[in-house]
């Protein structure tokens, strides 16, 4: 739902901007979508003044112009036919974005000659379709912005679009009024009075209206009025900039009329030409095959028990829906015949469905439309189409009544403070209430006829609290009654539970041990390490399975309290062979992104070290500890020992890891929504360096030592090449790396990065003895 905020001031009286009118509408559950605010857009313009233009000497169709603007006289080539000497310009200087031509204006040479801006056209900037020339304004202040000049010539143009998502159980906000109605319950403003007061009718219609009886479930009020002697054509500015800023296009005053009311107070309406159709209206069931040539120009075959209009000679309207090309109206138009009513939300939703029409009209009555609203919808169009097209208008023709339905709801007014915890006295409740349209009466609510949703105390509390604001409802526990068991799963359970989920949604399958240890195992795990109670038996496990033909493995295995930790194992490829490649074997970087998955999902930090020194069954060159430092390792992973392999009869390649949910770090505060995205507001710089060092370095012990030398500078270092030998000789290898320096306060300069470029150097040497490679 869109609506621009100068027609939302004709309901609602108030002097709030639009950024606080914004805020206040999604606290009270119409949530913003967003705000298309074209002063922004257009603030950066300026108005300026052409004090001479001549000739361009190298170019026939262009000129010369000197033009005064806020900062000086600036030299600006312009190519329109209308630059001349005197005239009132509008004016982008370098720096500027012009959207019209998705470009921001440079200080530039054109034929060999400066220009220094640009002068526009309604086009270039978006206002407009014209480009045979520049703007000439009437007058205008040098220096003064566009948009405050176009806020005071042409409002429209600078109005903000505001656009809102409409809940459900709130069709009067698909109304600008019931919005209106809302801010007004909040404080933000007065809502103005809106009378629908009855025009005379002055003869009586010679067009009738009729429901068939086993319609009146469907369609209960049909009413309308013959106007005779209008003059119908385009829509006066106001109206036409209305529609245009919500999205439609201005058609004829007729049809415009009806769809001005559609969004203003949520009451669809429908023009007929009366010269069209011959006899009375009558409303009816389809009895199935009957056809209509809609306004959408396509041809609808009705179904049994669809809701039409009919005249005379067939169906002239789907009820609710949309109306027949056939006695639609045109510039032509004398008499027309002007149709308010109101049709079931279910029937309405069936046919439109069936048919596959998407109207405005059909999206209203499906979500509710006022069922009282269809008298006042009439006297409400009667007048503007008399005010502007002229016409005499006849006496109201009515078949039905408008349903009543709204529920009597006997309502508490502490039950507010009992749900919610806002502490609203009495007075204030039924003020906001009666603020909203409802009638209240002692301890009993009526809801308006428009808010078909509200049934129970509950939905009153509810309207009560978003209107107070619902930010200031507090999140509570449930009291917790006597013999009602807390929380089964402790936090430590809690991780391991997640840390399942993880492995079994990175493709692993797990294991369940039964039995007791094989006796071989203390000989290949000569240890009590936590990391050596679950691996045998994975290794055994996946023995088994691969004397059965299963090449490819990937299992886990949880140990029997939640202490005992977590390990996994890959066997094999890494993927299956298929036409996009051929398979890969595992290796010790798969482990190593398997274990730094599940310990991310249970919340280890993200900074963590590399370490060495597991126990004997892993890769000595090919295995690594996460750890917070020597004394705290959170896991383990690496290739399992060829030793292992070949003694329990595997072929590899194999790798594994091993976990301890204890050993990660309660976090301080638990948060339950996602961090904010934290973008770089300055450029990021990235700088590669390339480093020999002895064969038994390791790549970590370069990343760590190169992370460190500016820990609040550099975000990210990345290993992207390595080799040994040749050229370096033997037992030297290089390592290279890329560093990411993401600065925080202002951009880097030349001299800045040189000097981190030198600490990175420094330190590394420092730590690993690697010098640059030339």
Known sequence: MKFPLSWLKHHLETTAPVEEIA??????????????????????????????????????????????????????????????????????????????????????????????????????????????????????????????????????KVDPVVEISVPADRPDALGIRGIARDLAARGLGTLRPKEAAPVPGQFDSPVAVAIDADTADACPVFCGRLIRGVQNGPSPKWLRDALKAIGLRPISFLVDVTNFFTHDINRPLHVFDAGKFSGSLRVHRAAGGET????????????????????????????????????????????????????????????????????????????????????????????????????????????????????????????????????????????????????????????????????????????????????????????????????????LRRRTRIARRTAAALGYDECLFAGDAHADDATLFPTEAGDAALLPGLLRAAAANQTRGAANLALFALGDTPAAGMSGLRLGASTGRDVHGSARPVDVFDAKADLEAVLAAIGAPARAQILRGAGPWWHPGRHGMIGLGPKKILGVFGDIHPRVLQALGLTGPAVAFTLWPAEVPQPKRVRTERPPLDLPAHPVVERDFAFVVDAGVAAQDLVNAAAGADKALIESVQVFDAFEGGPLGEGRKSIAVSVRLRPRDAALSEVQIEAAAARIVEKVQKATGGQLRG
């Open 23 to 156: 805020a206040a509408l999604t606290d009270t559950g119409l949530v913003v979508q967003g705000i298309d605010d074209p002063s922004d857009m257009l603030s950066t313009f300026t108005i300026g003044k052409v004090v001479a233009a001549e000739k361009h000497p190298d170019a026939d169709k262009l000129k010369v112009c000197r033009v005064e603007t806020d900062t000086g006289e600036s030299q600006i080539i312009c190519g329109a036919p209308n630059a001349r000497a005197g005239i009132t310009v509008v004016v982008a200087k370098p720096g500027t974005y012009v959207p019209g031509i998705d470009t921001t204006i440079q200080v530039g040479k054109i034929r060999g000659v400066e220009s220094h801006g640009m002068m526009c056209s309604m086009r270039e900037m978006q206002l407009g379709e014209d480009h045979d020339g520049i703007i000439e304004l009437s007058s205008g202040e040098v220096g003064r912005t566009f948009a405050d000049w176009l806020g005071e010539h042409d409002p429209a």
């Open 292 to 491: 209509l040539a809609a306004l959408d120009e396509r041809t609808y075959t009705l179904a049994p028990g669809m809701v039409a209009i009919s005249d005379g000679s067939g169906p002239v309207s789907l009820g609710g829906i949309m109306g027949g090309e056939g006695t639609g109206v045109t510039e032509g138009t004398v008499d027309v015949f002007l149709e308010a009513a109101w049709f079931d939300p279910a029937t309405t939703e069936a046919t439109a469905g069936a048919l596959g029409i998407a109207s405005d009209a059909a999206h209203r009555f499906i979500h509710g439309v006022d069922p009282a609203s269809a008298r006042d919808g009439i006297e409400l169009a009667t007048r503007m189409i008399v005010d502007h097209a002229g016409g005499m208008p006849s006496h109201v023709v009515e078949a039905g009544a408008a349903p009543d339905s709204a529920p009597e709801i006997a309502f508490d007014f502490g039950l507010c403070d009992e749900l919610t915890g806002l502490e609203i006295a009495e007075e204030a409740q039924r003020k906001t209430l009666a603020a909203l349209g409802f009638r209240v009466e002692g301890a009993t609510v009526h809801p308006p006829s428009w808010r078909p949703g509200p049934v129970a105390p509950a939905d009153l509390v509810h309207e009560i609290a978003r209107i107070a604001s619902l930010g200031g409802v507090e999140s509570a526990p449930l009291p917790r009654p006597a013999g009602v068991p807390g929380p089964a799963l402790s936090p």
